[in-house]
T-cell receptor, first 112, second 116 residues
């Protein structure tokens, strides 16, 4: 069982470019989450999805969009990247009651 | 709103020393409490959890007790190893405003370095 996979592992992106970070889970969890991790700021929730077909905004949603077409996949899109989006991005999932969350290995994104 | 406060790091210890990382919280209702660990270059992993007052979570020699009277969930280990060097995050769960999903409220993390 792979758990949660994320792609790419790392990326350097020019400002203004569009980028989609991929996240796939094989645990059949209903809920999925996207976080960004920045030094001194901890983990901040970007968007979440309670179940396939629904999404919600987290603490820092501006500049990001998500979709949840099926249970397994939860891509995060940066429509027009800016340097302040340089961060490490983690995808996570949890069962329907949302107790513990399981994390992917992260994507390190640098926007220049 | 609900919040989690962790002691600031970095914490530097020698191998076999006793570890305490403090975590206090503010919450309405009865949240579940968690400790996660992040090893260098990896994602977060659940270390232990407690779902009600006086519960003790334990794993890999780490322990934490849910203390409602002091709103605390301090992480302890009796004898740390070099391999315990990581960042430790305290978190609590809460329902979102629509009551549809439990989200986690995170502390900022405490970095631990254990020297041989």
């Amino acid at each position: 069982i792979a758990g949660i996979t994320q792609a790419p592992t790392s990326q350097i992106l020019a400002a203004g470019r569009r980028m989609t970070l991929r996240c796939t889970q094989d645990m059949r969890h209903n809920a999925m989450y996207w976080y960004r991790q920045d030094l001194g700021l901890g983990l901040r929730l970007i968007h979440y999805s309670n179940t396939a077909g629904t999404t919600g905004k987290g603490e820092v949603p501006d500049g990001y969009s998500v979709s949840r077409a099926n249970t397994d996949d939860f891509p995060l899109t940066l429509a027009s990247a800016v340097p302040s989006q340089t961060s490490v991005y983690f995808c996570a999932s949890s069962d329907s009651v949302g107790h513990e969350q399981y994390f992917g290995p992260g994507t390190r994104l640098t926007v220049t | 709103g609900n919040s989690v406060t962790q002691m600031e790091g970095p914490v530097t210890l020698s191998e076999e020393a006793f570890l305490t990382i403090n975590c206090t919280y503010t919450a309405t209702g009865y949240p579940s409490l968690f400790w996660y660990v992040q090893y260098p270059g990896e994602g977060l992993q659940l270390l232990l959890k407690a779902t009600k007052a006086d519960d003790k979570g334990s794993n890999k020699g780490f322990e934490a007790t849910y203390r409602k009277e002091t709103t605390s969930f301090h992480l302890e280990k009796g004898s740390v190893q070099v391999s315990d060097s990581a960042v430790y995050f305290c978190a609590l769960s809460e329902w979102d405003s629509a009551g549809n999903n439990r989200k986690l409220i995170w502390g900022l993390g405490t970095s631990l370095a254990v020297n041989p």
